[in-house]
C-alpha cells in the first residue's frame, strides 16, 4: 500500500502531509511531523485496545455454555436430595442420575469436532445450547425418573458439544500472548455455574420437594436467551474460515481482533501456509482418523499430552466433591440440610475465587508452574481429607478440617489443573486436527468424569469416603509425574509455534524453540 508525503516550499523542513495508507477514507490532514507520529501511535494504541475489547467480548460469549454445564453439576448436588425424597429413586439411580450426564457427553463430544468443522465454531456453539436446554426443560417437568433421564441424556450430548468447541473457538480468536488466560474463560464460568446451582440450591431448598428440585433445574434456562443474542455479535473463527478458503471473511474477522492492519495480514498468511499444509496432509495421504488412530510420533505425543491431562483433570475426584459435597461433609458430621447446603457454597464461593487468579497468572507464570502448583497442592488437600474423614470422627476439629481440605482441593484445583486442561487441548493440536483431537480429548474427560460420579457412592460403601479420598489423593500424586514428563511449556507461542514443539523428542525441545524464538526477535531488533 503506497504512502503519500508532499514538502512545501520546496525543501523539507516545512509543514508535512502526514503520511497516509491509500485507499483509506482518512481526509489529509496538514500538520507537523511530530504531529503525525503522534497521532499514528494513538491511533495504533486505539486499535490495540479495541481489538482487546472485541476479543474479550467474544470469549466472554462463547464460555456461556459452560455457565449452562457449571450450573447443572452444582444444582444437582442438592437438587438431588430432593429428587430422592419426592420421586423415590435408589441409591443406584441416583448415581446414574448424577453420572449419567457425563458418559452420554462422550457423544456430543464426539460429534462435536466435525460439527464445528462443517457448520463453523460459532454455529455449533449456538446448537450446544439448543440440545441442552431442550434436555434441560425436560428434567425440570420431568413426572417420572425415567423422563428425567431423558432430558439428562439430552442435556449431556449439548454439554458434549458446549466443553470441547468453546475452548478451540477461543483459542482460534486469540493472540498468543493473551490466549491462555481468554481460553481459560470457559473454566471460569464453570464454575461460576457451579457457584450459582449451589446458591440456587441453598434459596429454594425450603420449597416443598416435589416442587423446589424442579426450580432449581428450570433457572438453568435463563442464561439461552444470552446465547442466543450472542451469535448474531460474536465472529467465526477466522482459521475455520480460512480452510473453508472464505479469506475475505477470514480478512475481515482478523482486522478486527489484530492490533493493525500488517498484523492482520500476517497472521492471514501464516494461518494459510498452516491450512495448505495441513490439506495437503490430509487429502493426499490419510483422512483427520485415519490419522489420529495411526499417529506419527509428534501427534503422538499431542495426544498423550491432550488427551492425558483431560484424564487426570477427572481421575483426581474433582467431580466428585463437585457433586457429592453435601455427602461429603454429611460424612464429616454436620447435620441439617441447610448447614449442608451452606458448606457447599463456601466451596463454590473458594472454586470460583482461585480461577480468577489462575487467569491472571496463567500467562505470566506459564501453564507448567502453576500445574506442578495445582496437582502437589491437590494430592496435599486429598490427603488431608482422607486424614480428617478417617481419624478426627465427627469433632469441631474434624468438620472444620474436612471443610478446609475440601475448600483446599478445589482452590488448587481452579488455580492449574481446571483451566490449563482446556487450555492445553485446545492450543497443541494443529488445524488439521484440532476439531476432532480436542474432541477426542473432551472424550477422555467426560468418560472419567461419568466413571468416577458414577462409581463414588458404590465405593465409598466398600472403603468408606476416607479410604476413596485416598486412593484419589494417590492418583494425584502420579499427576504430578504426568505434567513433569509429558506436558511442554506454550506460554507465549502462537498455535503454529506450538506445533513445532511437538515435532523433536527429548527435553531439548522447549529450549530449541525458545532459542529459534530468540533468534528471530533479534532479527527484527
Same mark, same amino acid.
Given at each position: 500500500?503506497?504512502?503519500?508525503?508532499?514538502?512545501?516550499?520546496?525543501?523539507?523542513?516545512?509543514?508535512?502531509?502526514?503520511?497516509?495508507?491509500?485507499?483509506?477514507?482518512?481526509?489529509?490532514?496538514?500538520?507537523?511531523?511530530?504531529? *503525525?507520529?503522534?497521532?499514528?501511535?494513538?491511533? @495504533?494504541?486505539?486499535?490495540?485496545?479495541?481489538?482487546?475489547?472485541?476479543?474479550?467480548? %467474544?470469549?466472554?460469549?462463547?464460555?456461556?455454555?459452560?455457565?449452562? @454445564?457449571?450450573?447443572?453439576?452444582?444444582?444437582?448436588?442438592?437438587?438431588?436430595? !430432593?429428587?430422592?425424597?419426592?420421586?423415590?429413586?435408589?441409591?443406584?439411580?441416583?448415581?446414574? @442420575?448424577?453420572?449419567? &450426564?457425563?458418559?452420554?457427553?462422550?457423544?456430543?463430544?464426539?460429534?462435536?469436532?466435525?460439527?464445528?468443522?462443517?457448520?463453523?465454531?460459532?454455529?455449533?456453539?449456538?446448537?450446544?445450547?439448543?440440545?441442552?436446554?431442550?434436555?434441560?426443560?425436560?428434567?425440570?417437568?420431568?413426572?417420572?425418573?425415567?423422563?428425567?433421564?431423558?432430558?439428562?441424556?439430552?442435556?449431556? /450430548?449439548?454439554?458434549?458439544?458446549?466443553?470441547?468447541?468453546?475452548?478451540?473457538?477461543?483459542?482460534?480468536?486469540?493472540?498468543?500472548?493473551?490466549?491462555?488466560?481468554?481460553?481459560?474463560?470457559?473454566? +471460569?464460568?464453570?464454575?461460576?455455574?457451579?457457584?450459582?446451582? !449451589?446458591?440456587?440450591?441453598?434459596?429454594?431448598?425450603?420449597?416443598?420437594?416435589?416442587?423446589?428440585? $424442579?426450580?432449581?433445574?428450570?433457572?438453568?434456562?435463563?442464561?439461552?436467551?444470552?446465547?442466543?443474542?450472542?451469535?448474531?455479535?460474536?465472529?467465526?473463527?477466522? $482459521?475455520?474460515?480460512?480452510?473453508?478458503?472464505?479469506?475475505?471473511?477470514?480478512?475481515?474477522?482478523?482486522?478486527?481482533?489484530?492490533?493493525?492492519?500488517?498484523?492482520?495480514?500476517?497472521?492471514?498468511?501464516?494461518?494459510?501456509?498452516?491450512?495448505?499444509?495441513?490439506?495437503?496432509?490430509?487429502?493426499?495421504?490419510?483422512?483427520?482418523?485415519?490419522?489420529?488412530?495411526?499417529?506419527?510420533?509428534?501427534?503422538? $505425543?499431542?495426544?498423550?499430552?491432550? %488427551?492425558?491431562?483431560? %484424564?487426570?483433570?477427572?481421575?483426581?475426584?474433582?467431580?466428585?466433591?463437585?457433586?457429592?459435597?453435601?455427602?461429603?461433609?454429611?460424612?464429616?458430621?454436620?447435620?441439617?440440610?441447610?448447614?449442608?447446603?451452606?458448606?457447599?457454597?463456601?466451596?463454590?464461593?473458594?472454586?470460583?475465587?482461585? +480461577?480468577?487468579?489462575?487467569?491472571?497468572? +496463567?500467562?505470566?507464570?506459564?501453564?507448567?508452574?502453576?500445574?506442578?502448583?495445582?496437582?502437589?497442592?491437590?494430592?496435599?488437600?486429598?490427603? *488431608?481429607?482422607?486424614?480428617?474423614?478417617?481419624?478426627?470422627?465427627?469433632?469441631?476439629?474434624?468438620?472444620?478440617?474436612?471443610?478446609?481440605?475440601?475448600?483446599?482441593?478445589?482452590?488448587?484445583?481452579?488455580?492449574?489443573?481446571?483451566?490449563? %486442561?482446556? /487450555?492445553?487441548?485446545?492450543?497443541?493440536?494443529?488445524?488439521?486436527?484440532?476439531?476432532?483431537?480436542?474432541?477426542?480429548?473432551?472424550?477422555?474427560?467426560?468418560?472419567?468424569?461419568?466413571?468416577?460420579?458414577? *462409581?463414588?457412592?458404590?465405593?465409598?460403601?466398600?472403603?468408606?469416603?476416607?479410604?476413596?479420598?485416598?486412593?484419589?489423593? /494417590? +492418583? *494425584?500424586?502420579?499427576?504430578?509425574?504426568?505434567?513433569?514428563?509429558?506436558?511442554?511449556?506454550?506460554?507465549?507461542?502462537? &498455535?503454529?509455534?506450538?506445533?513445532?514443539?511437538?515435532?523433536?523428542?527429548?527435553?531439548?525441545?522447549?529450549?530449541? /524453540?525458545?532459542?529459534?524464538?530468540?533468534? $528471530?526477535?533479534?532479527?527484527?531488533?
Amino acid at each position: 500500500m503506497g504512502l503519500i508525503g508532499i514538502q512545501e516550499n520546496g525543501n523539507g523542513s516545512g509543514d508535512l502531509v502526514s503520511e497516509i495508507p491509500l485507499g483509506t477514507k482518512t481526509k489529509y490532514i496538514r500538520m507537523t511531523s511530530d504531529d *503525525s507520529t503522534e497521532e499514528q501511535e494513538q491511533g @495504533l494504541s486505539t486499535n490495540k485496545h479495541d481489538s482487546k475489547k472485541y476479543i474479550f467480548a %467474544c470469549a466472554i460469549f462463547a464460555s456461556l455454555n459452560s455457565v449452562l @454445564l457449571g450450573y447443572d453439576v452444582g444444582v444437582m448436588s442438592g437438587a438431588i436430595i !430432593y429428587i430422592q425424597k419426592d420421586l423415590k429413586i435408589t441409591e443406584v439411580q441416583q448415581e446414574v @442420575l448424577v453420572g449419567i &450426564l457425563s458418559i452420554i457427553s462422550l457423544l456430543g463430544s464426539l460429534a462435536g469436532g466435525r460439527t464445528s468443522d462443517w457448520i463453523g465454531r460459532k454455529w455449533t456453539i449456538g446448537l450446544a445450547a439448543l440440545i441442552f436446554q431442550t434436555g434441560g426443560a425436560i428434567m425440570a417437568l420431568a413426572p417420572s425418573f425415567k423422563v428425567l433421564m431423558i432430558g439428562r441424556l439430552i442435556a449431556g /450430548v449439548g454439554i458434549g458439544f458446549g466443553v470441547m468447541i468453546a475452548p478451540v473457538y477461543i483459542a482460534e480468536i486469540s493472540p498468543a500472548i493473551a490466549r491462555g488466560s481468554l481460553t481459560s474463560f470457559p473454566e +471460569i464460568f464453570i464454575n461460576f455455574g457451579i457457584l450459582l446451582g !449451589y446458591i440456587s440450591n441453598y434459596a429454594f431448598h425450603k420449597l416443598p420437594p416435589h416442587i423446589n428440585w $424442579r426450580i432449581m433445574l428450570g433457572v438453568g434456562l435463563i442464561p439461552s436467551v444470552i446465547i442466543a443474542v450472542a451469535l448474531f455479535i460474536i465472529p467465526e473463527s477466522p $482459521r475455520w474460515l480460512v480452510v473453508q478458503n472464505r479469506m475475505e471473511e477470514a480478512k475481515l474477522v482478523l482486522l478486527k481482533i489484530s492490533e493493525s492492519e500488517k498484523d492482520a495480514e500476517e497472521k492471514l498468511q501464516e494461518i494459510q501456509k498452516a491450512a495448505e499444509s495441513g490439506n495437503a496432509e490430509k487429502y493426499e495421504t490419510k483422512t483427520v482418523w485415519q490419522e489420529i488412530l495411526h499417529p506419527s510420533p509428534p501427534v503422538l $505425543r499431542m495426544l498423550i499430552t491432550g %488427551c492425558g491431562i483431560q %484424564c487426570f483433570q477427572q481421575i483426581t475426584g474433582i467431580d466428585t466433591v463437585v457433586y457429592y459435597s453435601p455427602t461429603i461433609f454429611k460424612n464429616a458430621g454436620i447435620t441439617g440440610d441447610s448447614e449442608l447446603l451452606a458448606a457447599t457454597v463456601a466451596v463454590g464461593f473458594t472454586k470460583t475465587l482461585f +480461577i480468577l487468579i489462575a487467569i491472571l497468572l +496463567i500467562d505470566k507464570l506459564g501453564r507448567k508452574p502453576l500445574l506442578y502448583v495445582s496437582t502437589i497442592g491437590m494430592t496435599v488437600s486429598l490427603f *488431608s481429607l482422607s486424614f480428617a474423614l478417617a481419624f478426627l470422627g465427627h469433632a469441631k476439629v474434624g468438620i472444620a478440617f474436612a471443610i478446609l481440605a475440601v475448600c483446599g482441593n478445589v482452590a488448587f484445583f481452579s488455580v492449574g489443573l481446571g483451566p490449563i %486442561c482446556w /487450555v492445553l487441548s485446545s492450543e497443541i493440536f494443529p488445524l488439521r486436527l484440532r476439531a476432532q483431537a480436542s474432541a477426542l480429548g473432551a472424550v477422555g474427560s467426560r468418560v472419567s468424569s461419568g466413571v468416577i460420579s458414577m *462409581s463414588f457412592l458404590s465405593v465409598t460403601n466398600a472403603i468408606t469416603v476416607a479410604g476413596t479420598f485416598f486412593v484419589f489423593g /494417590v +492418583i *494425584s500424586c502420579s499427576a504430578v509425574a504426568f505434567v513433569h514428563y509429558c506436558v511442554p511449556e506454550t506460554k507465549g507461542k502462537s &498455535l503454529e509455534e506450538i506445533e513445532v514443539l511437538f515435532q523433536n523428542a527429548g527435553e531439548s525441545i522447549g529450549n530449541e /524453540v525458545e532459542m529459534a524464538d530468540a533468534e $528471530r526477535l533479534m532479527q527484527k531488533s
